[in-house]
């Protein structure tokens, strides 16, 4: 590759997309050889601004420019149809979140991953979890797996700061309806959160959820979801979402034999035990006793920079020198698989246990397509026919 540059495209130049293409721009390992959107002005302006060529088909991009890699950043349903057929040309693909609507689709995705790198054992797949960058949160991690807290006991995550009024949901055919989103706050707002959530205290082996269809908002899909998970080890969890309150909460607690740690107002604190709280229950002759405890502010740092730029040179530097990737497109798996969960708990009023029926989740899904109030528009059909071939 000249001068040490991966040649990139972005499929999908809306408000995500556009800001992608800039960063190519700005990074010295990448350069932006074409942008690509279904809406010919769009593509257009952005093609202009960016200095590249523009395209309104993706499949014709593939067939005239010569590329190492795409960045996707279309709706949530072209993810897996233009992924599939992007890596089946031995290119190199980092998708925006969430991988898919529905985890049959994502689970097909990466099986043809696989089986793409056996023509082209280099190949690599990411997606855009650009939280996993922050401060902050790789903290969060670092105690965890270095077993600061012990065996882990709760974990809780009340995060309805993801505040949206009507408009927000009108702005957009495609948003907050089942043919287009496949879901509403779990698919669009929460992906990040639920990504953090499984990489910091893994999977759990059932859930519970209810999830509000359209509660607050004139749309079809979730706007607010309560679960709750039980885990192999005993310990419970909780993720509480909306996108109706204001003021909204976001506040992660995460508590385990050796103390408590709390994420809130970009705070991280952690409130350590002298020693395990199970042993002291098991041991302690006062009834009463709390272990004792100090509060630590915990610093952290950034490392200088963070977002979807590092995500960016991240996946240019893995096509380039094989460094490892921030957030492998298999992990992505994960995130779709409790968001798929919870929300089967729902649909079926019931306990759901992992891994869940992936078909059902589809079959489930595909019925609500059918029978959704909101059609879908000619534009996001262009979107859902670039492969005929593909789904569930």
């Excluded at 922050?134 to 993801?162: F, M, Q, S």
């Excluded at 959704?372 to 593909?390: G, I, P, Y």
Aim: charged share 20%; proline share 5%; net charge negative.
């Amino acid at each position: 590759m000249a001068n040490e540059q991966v040649k990139l495209a972005v499929i999908g130049v809306g408000a995500m997309g556009r800001l992608h293409a800039k960063d190519i721009l700005k990074l010295p390992n990448t350069e932006l050889a074409a942008v690509c959107d279904i809406n010919p002005e769009r593509a257009e302006t952005n093609a202009k601004a960016c200095g590249c060529k523009m395209f309104t088909d993706y499949r014709k991009m593939l067939d005239q420019v010569e590329l190492d890699g795409v960045i996707i950043a279309t709706p949530h349903n072209g993810h897996p149809p233009i992924s599939i057929d992007c890596l089946q040309h031995g290119l190199h693909v980092l998708t925006e979140k969430p991988i898919a609507t529905n985890l049959a689709d994502a689970q097909k995705m990466v099986s043809d991953y696989h089986a793409a790198r056996k023509e082209h054992p280099a190949l690599q797949f990411a997606i855009m979890f650009q939280m996993r960058t922050y401060g902050h949160w790789r903290k969060v991690k670092e105690l965890i797996d270095n077993g600061d807290l012990g065996r882990l006991v709760r974990t809780t995550w009340i995060i309805t700061d993801w505040f949206r009024t009507q408009s927000y949901y009108d702005n957009g055919e495609w948003r907050a309806t089942w043919g287009g989103e496949g879901g509403g706050v779990l698919l669009n707002q929460s992906p990040h959160n639920l990504d953090l959530f499984q990489w910091f205290v893994g999977m759990p082996q059932g859930v519970i959820a209810t999830a509000a269809l359209g509660k607050y908002h004139d749309i079809e899909v979730e706007d607010e979801v309560t679960a709750c998970l039980e885990y192999q080890n005993g310990m419970v969890a909780h993720f509480i979402t909306s996108t109706a309150e204001s003021p909204g909460t976001n506040r992660l607690e995460i508590v385990g034999e050796g103390g408590k740690l709390v994420v809130e107002d970009g705070r991280l604190t952690f409130w350590r035990n002298r020693n395990s709280m199970l042993e002291q229950i098991r041991t302690s002759p006062d009834p009463f006793e709390p272990v004792e405890t100090w509060k630590i502010d915990v610093p952290f740092k950034h490392h200088g920079r963070w977002g979807h730029d590092l995500m960016i040179e991240n996946f240019a530097n893995a096509i380039l020198h094989g460094e490892p990737l921030i957030a492998p497109a298999v992990e992505g798996i994960n995130q779709l698989h409790l968001s798929n969960a919870m929300m089967l708990s729902s649909f079926t009023s019931a306990p759901v246990d992992l891994p869940i029926d992936a078909q059902q989740f589809a079959t489930e899904l595909a019925s609500r397509i059918k029978n959704s109030r909101f059609q879908k528009t000619v534009r996001l059909q262009e979107w859902q026919d670039v492969s005929n071939s593909f789904g569930t």
